[in-house]
């Protein structure tokens, strides 16, 4: 009975995807009302289905957690390789799922108002259900290549979500600079799958690290081997949570559409580094440099958006930053090995996030009213100490927060201008290598230029 | 060697060849599209046909009964076996569906007749596994890039050039190995030439620039016809697995991984469609042929899903560009084109396309990329990374293409640009197929890793000169690479010495047990230690052992 349940609460977002992707690809005419209501349906059923496992499993105090295989994609033991549908219903995701469910829920009856009439609705909520099928899969996984997957359909939705406006050119470069750093987590993640894969020969949680339960348990691995497999999450963490130095992304991010911003920056998809962290705990318990790492990378990323944060001038970047300063606490939690903490922190802190961002559109009317009621002015003058600007250090950090920590200028000019220039020059030198063979003549100049009507004034 | 009840090779290949025959008083385009369009129907028919025949012959070999060209060469010309059965489908499928998406304004600028007799080629070769067929009839393939060249008026000059030393390589070297002994100086000049010839082919670097450039050159839907099939990692696996020696191996998969690593990388920096199209191309024939020449079970089984895997995917996103060109003109990524509103089938299928050629869960490509991941990384980590690398540039430059071409602005039409029902039933069908492809990966790469056994046992019997078409062997006996346990072909009941053949069927060399995870990998080319280096290495394990023993009985 338990095992139909766990297909349920997996299988609905999934359904509800190719559901919604198929009527798109047929054409078929629904309506927004139709959509919306599905959409609510299967998250209730999908909620459902959870808390079923999930309230027996609390009274009988299973907290070590139940794991279901619900089958295999692959298995060739010739070749020991396998893919395995596996969940770990536990103490660290069965919280993380309910917590996606409501907040997707929310999000979605929301985003029924929100995007009414919007010409891509059907596109938003079908990119919704990816989300959605993502996340649950991602929390839920109870094996290194099911984490996999939903990491990957999280990333996807988010960047073509982030892309949601694509008549603007923000908008969408903005979503393809999300791509890019999302791709290099991904690929991190691989390697690191692949990495512990030959290592330890499995791929499950429960094998890689003891019967003991989250948090108790701990890594079979070497230390050598748990620091290499713990880097590479590390770096993976740091793409998807937007820990620094990779957080650049972030406030680019909130050029989505505000329910997708709520639920991704602010909710969900910014805590699943540090939720990768925190399953990936036993290793970092394994190695001590590991866990050093992760407290700087946390304590880096706190100081960086409390910096940032303070500067900021329009309410979903502030709401951004702030975001990114609690995620950089917790992972320093993660770090020092305060995991229920660490696990309290980001349920109560996604919460909090998606109530201040879904009010963020109506913030100056919610003034408006309070001022009414008042029947003053709110008194909203800053006394930050962040913004005596008299000292030249003050400036400086005024600048820095300003121009965000130079992050973005920093990898512009560290990787994307040489990568582009090196392979720019390989292709021209292609280009007059193919010419050359070919007895070809250059290319002819555009038509209309400057060159041309020179040429045939000539 | 089994037999199909009907010839379906023969009408595989007869009914494109035929119907070209047909095309040629035939002036009216459009009745000779529809002509193309049922010639090449009848022939998927037939293949689909030859599959399931084969499928459930449970052979490693078949051919067919009433085999004209069996009588008038005195052996079977046109033999499938686990490794191309489906190949050939797969060709006919991809020109199908070209000549499906041809619209109506493009179809007077195509010659029918001629793409029906390249697919007769094409399907010819993949049809034969025999080294003297296989060289004229990639000799002959060449013929028709060259005639649409000419007949558009375009420079030849690079495609010749490329065309001559593939040609000339491969042949010469496989003529060189033929008739020179082992240890010969020539027979190693043949190795090197035959390399250069299948480098050439699979247009690893520095060789891609003659697809580039026939990209730039030929209509596009010419150059997808003459790519899809990968007739390199064919010829490497039919003439260069059974005879190149473990460096040339090394050297060919080096060569694909660099080409992986910098064809993604460069598809990041173009800003024209076709050049964009043409380096992910690359850039997967590269990362396909990596997975081959790992030399392992699973890296064979992997780079031949792969193949299957994201060749549907590469063909639908050539189709999807070649019909957003033929709206839009050539296209470029200079600037944001903003075409979505107008074409929305179309960019979801280019996502669709696009994300299973890079291996994204839920299609085709996921399963087959995993596993080349899997295996490479366990024959050489740093190569595996590599893969990894070139996978994630590949992804970053699909997404690039899909924002700059569909979105970004707003592009103002007075007519109506909506893909039609002869595209949108293409359309269906390649999503059907990579993601219903990704429902059953079980069957799928099991088929494929028995093709990958086949494989391994014709290199085992082509080095040790016990092939069906020997040339000299390249080791002797006792030194012939040992299988993998894994990887020991299963000798079918019906399994019968090839008519002609001079040898019995393939030895089944000793097996090595595996003691760890990754042991097969020993004998890959990609691992530092070669099948030779390794016997060599178990020789002196064998006598330590036997000088241990000798000392213990000493003392006792």
Known sequence: MSEILAIIVVGAPLGLFCGLGLMMLFSWAINESFTAHLTRIVILIGLGALLAIAVPQAFMQQWSGQTYLLGEIIDLPESHFHLRLEFMFDSLSVPMAILTYLLCGTIAAFATHYMHREVGFQRFFLLFAMFLAGMVLAVLAGSIETLFLGWELVGLSSALLVAFFHQRVGPVANGLRVWIVYRCSDAALLLAAVLLHHAAGEGEFSQLSGRAGWPHSAALLSPSIAFWAGLLFVIAACGKSALWPLSGWLPRAMEGPTPSSAVFYGALSIHLGAFLLLRISPLLDQSWPLSLLVVGVGVATAIYAAVVGRVQTDVKSGLAFASLLQVGLIVTEIGLGFRYLALVHMLGHASLRTLQLLRAPSILRDYVDLENALGKQVNNRLSSPGLRLRSTFGVRLYRLGLERGYLDVAWEIGVARPFAKFFLGCGRLETRWLQWLGNDPPPSPPTGSATQLMEETK | ?556
């Open chain 2, 1 to 556: 060697m089994s037999e199909f009840p009907i010839p379906w090779l023969l009408l595989a290949v007869a009914l494109p060849g035929g119907a070209a025959l047909l095309l040629l008083p035939i002036k009216n385009p459009t009745l000779a599209k529809q002509i193309c369009l049922a010639a090449l129907g009848l022939s998927l028919v037939a293949t689909l046909a030859e599959w399931w025949e084969f499928s459930r012959l449970q052979a490693d070999e078949a051919h067919d009964r009433w085999d004209v060209l069996a009588w008038t060469f005195g052996r079977p010309i046109l033999v499938v076996d686990r490794f191309s059965a489906p190949l050939l489908a797969l060709n006919t499928l991809y020109g199908l569906l070209v000549v499906v998406a041809t619209m109506r304004t493009k179809v007077s600028r195509v010659s029918f007749s001629q793409w029906l007799l390249a697919q007769m080629v094409t399907q010819l070769i993949l049809s034969t596994d025999q080294p003297e067929p296989l060289l004229v009839l990639s000799g002959v393939n060449l013929f028709f890039p060259w005639y649409e060249l000419k007949r558009r008026r375009r420079p030849v000059r690079v495609y010749c050039l490329h065309a001559l030393v593939f040609w000339l390589c491969l042949s010469g070297g496989y003529g060189l190995m033929s008739i020179s002994p082992a240890t010969s100086w020539l027979h190693g000049l043949g190795q090197v030439a035959l390399l250069g010839g299948i480098m050439a082919r699979c247009w690893t670097f520095p060789f891609h620039c003659g697809l580039i450039d026939l990209f730039d050159k030929l209509g596009f839907g010419s150059a997808l016809l003459f790519s899809s099939a990968l007739l390199g990692p064919y010829l490497a696996m039919r003439l260069g697995m059974p005879n190149l020696p473990d460096w040339a191996m090394q050297v060919l998969a080096g060569m694909a991984l660099l080409t992986a690593l910098y064809t993604s990388a460069m598809a990041l920096v173009q800003v024209d469609v076709r050049r964009v199209f043409c380096y992910l191309f690359l850039s997967h024939g590269s990362l396909i042929l990596v997975g081959l020449e790992t030399g392992t079970l699973a890296g064979i089984g992997a780079g031949l899903s792969l193949w299957l895997g994201s060749s549907i995917a590469m063909v639908g996103l050539g189709l999807t560009l070649r019909s957003v060109e033929s709206r839009f003109g050539r296209l470029s990524l200079a600037t944001y084109q903003g075409y979505y509103e107008h074409i929305p089938h179309l960019a979801g299928l280019y996502l669709v396309t696009g994300l299973a050629l890079v291996g994204f869960p839920g299609t085709i490509g996921f399963v087959s990329f995993e596993l080349l991941v899997d295996s490479v990384f366990s024959t050489n980590p740093v190569a595996g990374t590599v893969l990894v690398v070139a996978a994630a540039l590949s992804s970053i430059a699909v997404l690039r293409i899909y924002f700059r071409l569909f979105t970004g602005s707003h592009h103002q039409t007075t007519i109506s640009l909506r893909s039609r029902w002869s595209e949108r039933a293409a359309i269906t069908l390649l999503i059907l197929l990579l993601v219903g492809g990704s429902l059953v990966p079980q069957a799928f790469t099991e088929s494929r890793l028995e093709a990958a056994r086949q494989l391994l046992a014709n290199r085992t019997a082509g080095l040790l000169g016990t092939s069906r078409h020997p040339v000299s062997p390249t080791l002797p006996a006792a030194a012939a690479p040992s299988l993998p346990e894994d990887s020991a072909p299963q000798a079918p009941v019906d399994h019968v010495p090839h008519p002609g053949s001079p040898h019995a069927p393939v030895p089944v060399p000793a097996t090595v047990p595996r003691t760890q995870r990754g042991s097969s990998s020993a004998s890959s080319p990609l691992s530092p230690l070669s099948p030779a280096n390794r016997i060599q290495a178990e020789a002196t394990v064998a006598s330590r052992a036997a000088e241990v023993c000798v000392k213990f009985q000493e003392l006792q």
